[in-house]
């Protein structure tokens, strides 16, 4: 069983040896997001003529996405927290780092006077400077004041304090004072939250790793209470089976590890959709594809680069900049949720406010007034009303058509029918250019991409989008319209451990590989693989993979790097360089790459992973004749075309072989697939809708 929790809809995927998924949307409860789980296990267990306690007792693995810690960071409602630091740093959480966004240069922030601070998650009164000092090698030069860590605990826990961080200088180097304070908090305050920067992000950077453990210290009890309120639910309710959480950073974790590493569920959800992608690339032989997650409230795009999802090492979420890698997911505030409106000069946009679940669309018909993405979808007569969720959940067009009407046809002079297409071109357009952004920022051309679109809403506009970004194929897999959900259940279970490890080539150097120190960086790389595989209690199936981040000595960004196994040579280090010189010039482009100011290694890294699942799917029910799933005709307002007639088919009835010419329309359970005018589509022998887009060259 595999979940997901989004903005909009709860997402399930039910998987069972040698038969296809079966898939099941329930609308999100934000009062209490487990409620959602629970009423979309209800919808699996009456599908398999079953009670809820019987179905909930078969289920002997269950792995749960959710959005929980990036919502609590976001809107700041995570524990009161308090940070130690060493005597003189405890400013570096409010000074942080000037990123281009901090500095009014990036795109979310605009001109440098719109520039604002973040909010502080933990407030100036509440981040206690502690004397002591590692240096740099590791030397204790000043001891840790024992008396004065006991009294700051008493001051703090009287104040109301309920997570505590604890991040010193110099402390991956030697973490000998912050266990020596988890050791006094143990005799002082054993049911404080506490974190420790050594344990949760051994790296150098003081504000990135400072803000890292304060962040898993914020988020911790509120994730603690969130998986054990789930836990406890299901436990309820019969389930007896393995729990796991998806881990951001690339695979699944066990559910008690969660609260202990919250900050790695940020962008848990989105995760899951891409590591799915990445296991169908490869079935599929695609090696660089574009993963386009449309929801309710998002639109969220990862990249896959070569067969393997690109991760950050240094992630932004919530203002905070966090020294936690995760697979990079970037996100608009574009779904089908999204609100339209005219502002004050008279221009249509649409997004980033979102109407949610609660109330949602207008066309919802649970109070909502104001328009949105999905409302010009069933203006536009691409969404059936009376079969949107497989008709378990009608849609009043009335209500759709009022609410264009009020807030966007009647502002800018246009019909109803216009200025739904208006609100679908724009959403459109900006999730084209996203596709563009983040393939250009990685020194790639968005045309030799594939496009594999997924979410609620990702089959209904991928079809424009695709098109737009110049971009010829477009996959919808048959897991589209909970894609994120089945990759919680398919993933491995993961874990990365990582270190600084600095080391350097002086400037000038012929052979920079000479001067690196072999042995070194094997001894380093060989402790992280023994961490890593007792994280993952020793599993004998454990497969390990090293990265090391190299970079030009004194600049900010770093390349990841694959490190093949084997013992670290002179001659394994100097592939290392030749392949990064390589990687910097595809980015940056031929002769970027200034060898002869040095080379530099911060940070090595691996990762593990142990396969949890082996289910063997079975195929997908289907004809190969479109004709034997037709359902009939409709008119449907295309941008290039307006209205025209429209053949519309049940999309479960597609099997491997069949082909559609558009324009057409493929209703599912669970979404709409939309094919474009001068569009045809044709389904493998896997059961992906493969669309070609006809992108232009």
């Known amino acids: 069983m595999g979940t997901d929790v989004g903005g909009t809809f709860t997402d399930l995927v039910v998987l069972q040896d040698a038969r296809p998924p079966r898939l099941f949307k329930s609308p999100t409860t934000p009062h209490d997001r487990s409620e959602g789980v629970l009423n979309a296990l209800g919808l699996a267990a009456a599908s398999y003529e079953m009670d809820l306690e019987a179905f909930c007792a078969a289920i002997v693995y269950f792995a749960h996405g959710t959005t929980a810690a990036t919502n609590a960071l976001i809107e700041r409602k995570g524990a009161p927290t308090a940070l130690l630091t060493t005597c003189g740093f405890t400013d570096t959480m409010l000074i942080q780092r000037s990123m281009t966004s901090w500095v009014g240069m990036g795109s979310a922030t605009g001109h440098y006077s719109r520039r604002r601070n973040p909010d502080q998650i933990v407030p100036r009164s509440r981040i206690a400077g502690i004397t002591e000092r590692i240096d740099a090698a590791g030397a204790e030069i000043v001891a840790l004041d024992a008396e004065g860590v006991r009294a700051t605990l008493r001051r703090l826990r009287a104040e109301g304090v309920q997570a505590l961080a604890v991040s010193f200088l110099w402390s991956f180097v030697n973490g000998e004072h912050e266990s020596a304070v988890a050791r006094i908090v143990e005799e002082e305050w054993p049911e404080v939250y506490l974190t420790l920067s050594h344990q949760v992000a051994p790296v150098i950077g003081e504000y990135e790793r400072s803000a890292t453990t304060v962040v898993n210290s914020y988020l911790g009890p509120v994730i603690r209470d969130y998986v054990a309120g789930l836990e406890g639910r299901l436990r309820s309710t019969g389930f007896t089976g393995d729990f796991s959480i998806m881990d951001s950073g690339g695979g699944v974790m066990r559910a008690r590890d969660a609260a202990r590493r919250s900050a790695s569920m940020l962008t848990s959800g989105p995760a899951g959709g891409v590591l799915a992608s990445t296991a169908l690339a490869s079935r599929l032989g695609h090696p660089n594809v574009i993963t386009s997650d449309m929801g309710g409230t998002s639109f969220d795009v990862g990249l896959i680069i070569n067969g393997e999802p690109l991760v950050e090492r240094i992630s932004e979420v919530g203002d905070l900049h966090l020294a936690l890698p995760r697979i990079k997911v970037t996100a608009i505030g574009a779904g089908g949720g999204s609100i339209a409106a005219v502002d004050e000069s008279g221009v249509l946009v649409v997004g980033p406010e979102s109407a949610g679940s609660v109330p949602g669309p207008a066309c919802y018909g649970r109070g909502g007034g104001r328009p949105t993405v999905t409302d010009a979808d069933v203006v536009l007569g691409i969404i059936d009303p009376a079969r949107f969720l497989g008709g378990r959940m009608p849609l009043d067009r009335s209500l759709a058509e009022k609410a264009i009407r009020e807030h966007v046809a009647g502002p800018l002079g246009f019909t109803v029918e216009e200025a739904a297409a208006g609100i679908r071109r724009v959403a459109d357009n900006q999730m084209a250019d996203l596709l563009r952004k983040v393939t250009v920022e990685q020194g790639h051309d968005p045309r030799d991409f594939v496009v594999y679109a997924y979410g609620g809403a990702g089959p209904t506009h991928a079809y424009a989008y695709t098109e737009a970004a110049g971009i010829s194929t477009l996959v919808v897999p048959p897991t589209s319209t909970v894609h994120s959900a089945y990759g919680t259940v398919t993933s491995d279970r993961y874990r990365a451990v990582q270190t600084t490890e600095v080391h350097r080539t002086p400037p000038g150097a012929a052979d920079p590989a000479a001067h690196l120190d072999a042995a070194r960086i094997g001894a380093a790389f060989d402790d992280l693989a023994r961490r890593c595989r007792a994280d993952l209690d020793d599993d004998p199936r454990a497969r390990l993979a090293r ?151």
């Open 547 to 697: 990265i090391a981040y190299l970079k030009f000595r004194r600049q900010s960004h770093e390349l990841p790097l694959p490190v093949p196994d084997g013992e670290i040579t002179t001659e394994t280090l100097r592939g290392l360089v030749s392949e990064f010189r390589a990687a910097y010039e595809r980015i940056y482009g031929a002769g970027t790459a200034l060898m002869a100011a040095g080379v530099e290694i911060h940070t090595l890294r691996v990762e593990g992973r142990v396969s949890v699942t082996d289910v063997r799917e079975g195929r997908y029910p289907g004809a190969d004749d479109a004709d034997a799933a037709l359902i009939g005709e409709r008119p449907v307002h295309f941008p290039e075309t307006g209205r025209v007639p429209t053949r519309v088919y049940r999309g479960e009835g597609l099997g491997a072989g069949a082909s559609v010419q558009g324009p057409a329309i493929l209703e599912f359970a669970g979404t709409t697939v939309v094919i474009g005018p001068s569009q045809s589509l044709t389904v493998d022998r896997h059961s992906n809708l493969v669309i070609d887009c006809k992108g232009e060259a």
